[in-house]
């Protein structure tokens, strides 16, 4: 009786350490069809089309920083020389996302939804310009109303030429008081404003100092009227609605590096030059405007922006704010 008394305390002891085996294998190997652990899935990679811009720093503090790996993220870039290379890159469907504006968003979506915007990239402060509306030094034009009927070079239907226009409504000019002509690229406005061609150039930072070096007469920037300018992050719908984790983490990332960026702004000047974001001669002495934390353009920045583009023919009917910009990724 004693032996077989053992037997069973043996028996059942065995068939413990057995099921309980079996459930620990059952943890480290799911089955056909399950769902893989987070930690062991691949790092999404995620192509970002960008400009030789000042708007792209916190991408490219988060690549070599390691941000983007930390938050499981590859980051590719494929470089653009133009918002119309940009724009093409995207279209063919080369890029997941692009730093961008709200006049390009509405353009992308005026027939269907195909980009929202998902975090601002950079905008335009009190105390830290994005555009400049300059003179040439040979107009004799110093103040806004000095621009009454005179052309400035801009690029049509773009931020560009939106900026233009709402900086000089906002200082008293009308619309038919405000010319321009159409000088899509940049090398060539500054080449014709420093000439004396064109009387007048809107410019982004930090090219506009540049110009200024070269002599143009600032008239009037947007720490006057910051609400209208500023700069997105932006992604292919298709993209984010394939990956809305990989675009959280994106921006978790881009958070980290923007914070790196505004704790210390003198460390960044050899990534500067090298990605060219700012031209040589200034390199040393430049600035870094602070970037911002993690927000979105107001429903009333958007409505302004369609307002616009219906004025210039561009858009004949509204667009939905909710479709077109999103707060559900940010950190």
């Avoid at 009190?126 to 400049?132: D, I, K, M």
């Avoid at 993209?239 to 704790?263: H, M």
Wanted: hydrophobic share 45%; proline share 6%.
């Amino acid at each position: 009786m004693f032996e077989l008394k053992n037997f069973i305390k043996i028996w059942a002891g065995l068939a413990l350490i057995g099921s309980m085996l079996a459930a620990c294998q059952g943890t480290n190997n799911p089955t056909p069809g399950t769902t893989p652990d987070a930690a062991a899935e691949e790092p999404i990679t995620l192509k970002i089309a960008v400009l030789p811009i000042l708007d792209a720093l916190p991408m490219y503090v988060a690549d070599p920083e390691g941000v983007f790996a930390a938050h499981k993220i590859n980051v590719s870039f494929i470089a653009a020389a133009s918002a119309a290379e940009r724009d093409q890159i995207i279209a063919a469907g080369q890029a997941d996302g692009m730093i961008n504006e709200l006049v390009s968003t509405v353009l992308y979506n005026k027939d269907q939804v195909q980009v929202q915007v998902v975090r601002f990239a950079r905008v335009a402060t009190e105390q830290y310009p994005q555009y400049y509306i300059l003179a040439s030094q040979k107009s004799g034009i110093t103040d806004p109303a000095g621009f009454k009927g005179v052309a400035i070079g801009i690029s049509q239907g773009t931020v560009i030429e939106y900026v233009t226009e709402r900086l000089l409504q906002a200082e008293g000019l009308t619309s038919d008081d405000i010319k321009t002509i159409a000088v899509p690229k940049i090398p060539d406005r500054m080449a014709l404003l420093s000439s004396g061609e064109v009387q007048g150039a809107t410019m982004p930072d930090p090219l506009s100092l540049l110009a200024l070096q070269q002599g143009a007469i600032l008239v009037l920037d947007d720490t006057r009227h910051p609400e209208y300018s500023y700069s997105t992050i932006a992604f292919r719908k298709e993209i984010i609605d394939k990956y809305p984790d990989g675009i959280r983490n994106f921006l978790l990332a881009i958070e980290e590096a923007t914070a790196k960026i505004n704790a210390d702004q003198s460390k960044w000047a050899n990534l500067l030059t090298e990605k060219k974001l700012v031209p040589e001669s200034l390199a040393g002495d430049y600035q870094l405007p602070t970037f911002p934390a993690a927000g979105v353009p107001s429903e009333e920045q958007w409505n302004d922006v369609i307002a616009w583009a219906k004025e210039k023919g561009l858009l004949t009917k509204d667009i939905s704010y909710a479709d077109s910009v999103t707060v559900r990724f940010l950190p």
